[in-house]
């Protein structure tokens, strides 16, 4: 996660994972419920975050639909509940 003092001017480094994480403080403190996603993406393994049936992705420069995404080589795997601590469920 960024620091507290990270105001969203700042250059942010990290992985899918940050991104998600952060977005997703983001959305909640907007009030929205969001769901974190594990897909891959190609041959690798990759996090991304869904609310409201949209995909927010690091490698992406707009939210898209998960549809979208699966036409362009993501394939969803297992996503998360929408508070801490629910389980994960396998995306069939």
């Known amino acids: 996660m ?9 250059k942010f480094a990290g992985d899918c994972e940050d991104y998600a ?6 959305c909640r403190e907007a009030g929205l419920k969001t769901r974190l996603v594990v897909c ?5 393994g990759h996090c991304v975050l869904e609310c409201e049936g949209w995909i927010m992705c690091c ?3 707009k939210v898209r639909s998960r549809d979208a995404l699966e036409k362009e080589d993501y ?3 297992y996503i998360s509940g929408y508070e801490p601590g629910d ?6």
């Open 75 to 77: 394939k969803f795997l």
């Open 2 to 10: 960024p620091p507290e003092t990270y105001t969203g001017r700042q």
């Open 87 to 92: 389980p994960w469920h396998e995306i069939a």
């Open 40 to 44: 891959m993406m190609g041959e690798e």
């Open 59 to 61: 490698n992406q420069s």
């Open 21 to 26: 994480l952060y977005i997703r403080k983001l």
